[in-house]
């Protein structure tokens, strides 16, 4: 697989999990448990984090001059 292509797998993977998390924000509320919420909504921010770090690296390997190596 090229570098490319993994990129895009990689992105795509990304948007999936930043998706996936954005649809359990709605739904902790209704857990009536506000500790559990609280550690629901830390552990949610955690994997946002987590997801924009490796979406910003891509950014930047995309980015790189691998010319300069040369």
Request: hydrophobic content about 40%.
């Amino acid at each position: 697989m090229d570098r490319a292509t993994a990129i895009a797998q990689i992105r795509t993977a990304c948007t999936t999990l930043a998706s996936t998390v954005t649809s359990i924000h709605p739904l902790t509320p209704s857990l009536a448990d506000q500790p559990t919420q609280d550690e629901i909504f830390k552990a949610l921010y955690e994997l946002t984090k987590s997801v924009e770090v490796v979406k910003k690296h891509l950014l930047k390997l995309e980015r790189r001059d691998d010319s300069a190596v040369l």
